[in-house]
Nanobody, 118 residues
Framework: QEQFVESGGDVVQPGGSLRLSCRVSRDIFVLGDLAWYSQTSGNERQFIARITGDGVTQYSDSVKGRFTISKDFTKNTVDLLMARLESGDTAVYYC????????????WGQGTQVTVSS
């Protein structure tokens, strides 16, 4: 089973930017859809962004126009460029398969913490 290792989280001021990276243990070219999710304390994980095997991207309404998901085939990572960050973006961010419901995903990485605060 593939494993996901997220990195890049930090404390950033409102309006700032961050780039998250997710290293995948299997070849991302054959994995197909990959996605980023977020979770705040006491709440369930929620969908943030997806990139399909063909490179088509989808975003939640809350991040559309501010976040960009991409794949780096040379590094075998799926990245999330976060711009114009808001306090509501504060969460732990995870990457995982994007071709199934969140409830069907059995194994998660440790995530990376993003805190937006002045």
């Amino acid at each position: 089973q593939e494993q996901f290792v997220e990195s890049g989280g930090d404390v950033v001021q409102p309006g700032g930017s961050l780039r998250l990276s997710c290293r995948v243990s299997r070849d991302i070219f054959v994995l197909g859809d990959l996605a980023w999710y977020s979770q705040t304390s006491g709440n369930e994980r929620q969908f943030i962004a997806r990139i399909t095997g063909d490179g088509v991207t989808q975003y939640s309404d809350s991040v559309k126009g501010r976040f960009t998901i991409s794949k780096d085939f040379t590094k075998n990572t799926v990245d999330l460029l976060m711009a114009r960050l808001e306090s509501g973006d504060t969460a732990v961010y995870y990457c995982n398969r994007g071709d199934r419901a969140i409830s069907e995903i059995r194994s998660w990485g440790q995530g990376t913490q993003v805190t937006v605060s002045s």
